[in-house]
Structures are given as structure tokens and as C-alpha cells.
């Protein structure tokens, strides 16, 4: 089982929509998800981190985690164009609290 | 603005000849890491330094290593590149803490091409 899964996509969304972007993990003692967006021939930029069950929400994103059911997804809400990207889930490595594992990313196309 | 940065952003070697990336950061974060990344996968950690620790990943081709003369600076050397070993490298940083992971924070990466 891999350890931090991700759907590869492509997810498609209209400009405006909702688009939900998943991830499962395999480690029940995770404690760190992390939500990285990647432009394509760029490096990973942080969009959102949470470490506590529920909802956290920064501007147009909102990080939703629920570690009984060991997923961590991400939202955002009124999706631009400039939204396309590919997003990483990342998730703590367990017995480190510096390293992590990356997912493969899914790849978010917003359709003006 | 306090910031990772990565030299050069594009670098071409031959197949066998050893090739020098480096990374500099201004934020002062104790643990730097370097992954490889290739096209359509995940970043995959090669090695990182907790403060002057050097920590290898077991499967780390012994092709790759690293220094960290100081805080501030950390280089990936490849000693004989072959073509399996073109990819993006990203440099990221951390600040290690009590509590749980702190985020890392990437440079731009360096795309290396074998010829």
C-alpha cells in the first residue's frame, strides 16, 4: 500500500466551481498534512498546512482532515484559471517531525 | 524577503562528469533537505542535514552526496552522472522544533540534462 495516495487526475473544474482535491494516507499516527501546489516545470509552493481534525481555511482554500478515516483534503472555492496546477499532499514521515512523504499530486485544470 | 535559492536553475553536464547544484537560504531554518524530482512523480527525499547531521536515505545511490558548510549553504554533488539522474532537484528548508512538522519551504530547482 502506497503510503500517501493521491487521484492523478486530470480533474477538470469550471472557472467559478468548487474544486475538491483528495488524499488518503496509510500511516494512522501521521500528525502533519501538508498541501503543496506545483506549477508545471516549477517547485512546490505551500498553499496550506493542518495538524488537527476538521476545517482550516485560508482565503479562497480550506484543508479538511479526518484522521479516523486517514484522508486530508483540499478545496477551493471559486476556482481561477490560475489555479492550474498540479497539488502535492504531503504527510509526516512517522518518528520524524521533519520529514515527509510526498504524494504523486493530482492535476487541477480550470476551464475559463 | 527570507528565501531559498537554488544555483543554476538549469544545468547540463555530460554523462560521467560531475556536476556541482547548490542552495543558499535566508531563513535560518536548521534542517535542509534535497529531493529529486521527475516528471510526473513525487518529490523523493535523497538526503538531509539536522543542523551539521548528515542523513542519508537508504536508497540513495552512493552517486549522490552532499555538504553543508554552514548554515546558510548546502550543495548536492553528483559525482558521475548517468542518464537515469536527469530530473528537477528541489533544495527545501525547515525549522526542526518541539511539536509537530514545521513546513518546508522549496527553492525554485535546479533541471538537470544529460548529455
Known amino acids: 500500500q502506497k503510503e500517501v495516495e493521491q487521484n492523478s487526475g486530470p480533474l477538470s473544474v469550471p472557472e467559478g466551481a468548487i474544486a475538491s482535491l483528495n488524499c488518503t494516507y496509510s500511516d494512522r499516527g501521521s500528525q502533519s498534512f501538508f498541501w503543496y501546489r506545483q506549477y508545471s516545470g516549477k517547485s512546490p509552493e505551500l498553499i496550506m498546512f493542518?495538524?488537527?481534525?476538521g476545517d482550516k481555511e485560508d482565503g479562497r482554500f480550506t484543508a479538511q482532515l479526518n484522521k479516523a478515516s486517514q484522508y486530508v483534503s483540499l478545496l477551493i472555492r471559486d476556482s481561477q484559471p490560475s489555479d492550474s496546477a498540479t497539488y502535492l499532499c504531503a504527510v509526516n514521515i512517522r518518528g520524524s517531525n521533519y520529514k515527509l512523504t510526498f504524494g504523486k499530486g493530482t492535476l487541477l485544470t480550470v476551464n475559463p | 524577503d527570507a528565501m531559498v535559492i537554488q544555483n543554476p536553475r538549469y544545468q547540463v553536464t555530460q554523462f560521467g562528469k560531475p556536476v556541482t547544484l547548490s542552495c543558499s537560504q535566508t531563513?535560518?531554518?536548521?534542517?535542509m533537505y534535497w529531493y529529486q524530482q521527475k516528471s510526473s512523480q513525487a518529490p523523493k527525499l535523497l538526503f538531509h542535514y539536522y543542523d551539521k547531521d548528515f542523513n542519508n536515505e537508504a536508497d540513495t545511490p552512493d552517486n549522490f552526496q552532499s555538504r553543508r558548510p554552514n548554515t546558510s549553504f548546502c550543495f548536492l554533488d553528483i559525482r558521475s552522472p548517468g542518464l537515469g539522474d536527469a530530473a528537477m532537484y528541489l533544495c527545501?528548508?525547515?525549522?526542526?522544533?518541539?511539536?509537530?512538522?514545521?513546513?518546508?519551504?522549496f527553492g525554485d530547482g535546479t533541471r538537470l540534462s544529460i548529455l
Open positions: 493542518i495538524y488537527s481534525n
Open positions: 531563513l535560518n531554518h536548521n534542517v
Open positions: 527545501a528548508t525547515s525549522r526542526m522544533g518541539q511539536g509537530p512538522n514545521q513546513p518546508q519551504h
